[in-house]
């Protein structure tokens, strides 16, 4: 599995756009790019997940590289409850095992 | 529709001593997973099964800890005996089929060793 790289903190006001990089140079043509969550004293949850084109759901959006070796996970409008553990996750599809890293942590500012 | 359910959702041990945490995945999910969370750092995995059969194991410690899904179910996560650098959170978090479906994660057993 491939190795990702976040930053570790990152702040955004509330009600701006968020836009959480991770670097996964490493990455081979068949990796999936997972995005969790982990709330305060909660579990992590999923967000969105990519393979090779741009993805969006009621949550968020997923920005990939044409080249695959990074990726942008975008929340278009931060609020309070968006603060948490960021866990971008590179995995292949055959052999889908959540390695996590130590993730990025969003701090919303009201 | 009800998530994962863990309980105790807090546990103090003193080391040497044993304990147990319980997970009831989503209903028909078939894969159930363990993740040992320590302070600062991301999930690690632990064991995943399949149904009531190992899938992975290769990172967990077998000489104290212990996992079973008897009826392919509910499970149970057994440490014993304890040390101090078990202290962490415990998360079971289950899939519909295999590794490959979107994890859903319980609230997790924070476990403290004293």
């Known amino acids: 599995d491939a190795k990702t790289t976040q930053p570790n903190s990152m702040e955004s006001n509330e009600e701006e756009p968020v836009h959480l990089p991770c670097n996964h140079s490493?990455?081979?043509?068949?990796?999936?790019i997972h995005w969790y969550r982990q709330l305060p004293s909660q579990g992590p949850e999923y967000v969105i997940h990519?393979?090779?084109s741009n993805v969006n759901n009621r949550m968020a959006s997923l920005a990939i590289a044409e080249d695959r070796k990074s990726s942008t996970l975008i929340l278009h409008r931060a609020t309070l409850r968006d603060a948490a553990v960021y866990y971008c996750i590179s995995s292949r599809d055959s052999s889908y095992k959540l390695i996590f890293g130590s993730g990025t942590r969003l701090l919303v500012r009201p | 529709e009800a998530g994962v359910a863990q309980s105790p959702r807090y546990k103090i041990i003193e080391k040497r001593q044993s304990v147990a945490f319980w997970c009831n995945p989503i209903?028909?999910?078939?894969?159930l997973y363990w993740y040992q969370q320590i302070l600062g750092q991301g999930p690690k995995l632990l064991i995943q099964?399949?149904?009531?059969?190992?899938?992975?194991d290769s990172q967990l410690p077998k000489d104290r800890f212990s996992a079973e899904r008897l009826k392919g179910v509910d499970s149970t996560l057994k440490i014993q005996p304890a040390k101090l650098e078990d202290s962490a959170v415990y998360l079971c978090?289950?899939?519909?089929?295999?590794?490959?479906?979107?994890?859903?994660f319980g609230p997790g057993t924070r476990l403290t060793v004293l």
């Open positions: 490493t990455i081979s043509g068949t990796d999936y």
């Open positions: 099964f399949q149904n009531n059969g190992v899938v992975d």
């Open positions: 978090a289950s899939s519909f089929r295999g590794s490959s479906d979107t994890q859903y």
């Open positions: 209903s028909g999910h078939a894969t």
């Open positions: 990519g393979l090779t």
